[in-house]
């Protein structure tokens, strides 16, 4: 079982200086000669309004995840996105954020067009049902106490042998189709799935 522990993560600053990023996941994981990716997964600290960094030939989903509003305008249309509830748009489009109640922290996922497809959901864990993460799928803690292990207690990790191990805000579990990591706690996770684009999105 793997977990990404966010207190781990270097910050980079944004090429603005309006903010910065925390890359959580990234797929291929090591660079490519060119510094490409096909899809990208990273939470961002925003504390000036301005423009967002545009990139060509990807789609994005992005959610509030602490603060309460963020202001987009994409290509001169204002969205108004309220904490926990995602929103998708071009990365080819011109964007800018307003920030009317303050600072905020948002959970983005990039992917490129015609290679993956990325989406975003939040839910309430329970203490009671156990939340599987299967292959191609990443949950990130985002608020509450939650704990973590895997289904059957053979995989190589943290938290082998079936022993649950506890989550820190903004931790991320790697899915897994054998042995698929189990979440159980009180609070909010975040379920980001990259699946492969079929062959009509190609």
Do not use: C
């Not at 996105?81 to 489009?93: I, K, L, N, T």
């Not at 015609?114 to 009671?128: C, M, N």
């Not at 938290?159 to 506890?166: D, I, R």
Request: hydrophobic residues 40%; without cysteine; glycine residues 12%.
């Amino acid at each position: 079982m793997e977990i990404i522990r966010f207190s781990s993560i270097r910050p980079e600053p944004w090429r603005n200086g309006g903010g910065v990023t925390r890359e959580i996941a990234r797929h291929p994981r090591e660079a490519s000669p060119d510094g490409a990716w096909d899809w990208r997964v990273s939470i961002a600290e925003v504390g000036k309004a301005g423009d967002f960094s545009a990139f060509p030939g990807m789609e994005r989903v992005i959610s509030v995840i602490d603060g309460e509003l963020l202001v987009l305008t994409v290509d001169g249309e204002e969205h108004a996105m309220e904490r926990y509830r995602p929103f998708r748009f071009s990365g080819d489009a011109a964007t800018s954020s307003a920030l009317p109640t303050g600072d905020i922290r948002d959970l983005n996922v990039i992917a490129r067009r015609g290679a993956f497809k990325g989406y975003l959901s939040i839910l309430e864990l329970s203490k009671k049902r156990a939340h599987p993460v299967f292959e191609g799928q990443l949950a990130i803690l985002l608020e509450g106490k939650a704990s973590v292990a895997d289904g059957a207690g053979d995989s190589a990790g943290e938290g082998s042998g079936g022993e649950p191990v506890e989550l820190g805000r903004y931790d991320a579990v790697v899915g897994s189709d054998e042995a698929s990591p189990e979440l159980l706690g009180r609070g909010f996770v975040a379920i980001v799935s990259l699946d492969p684009a079929g062959p009509a999105e190609s």
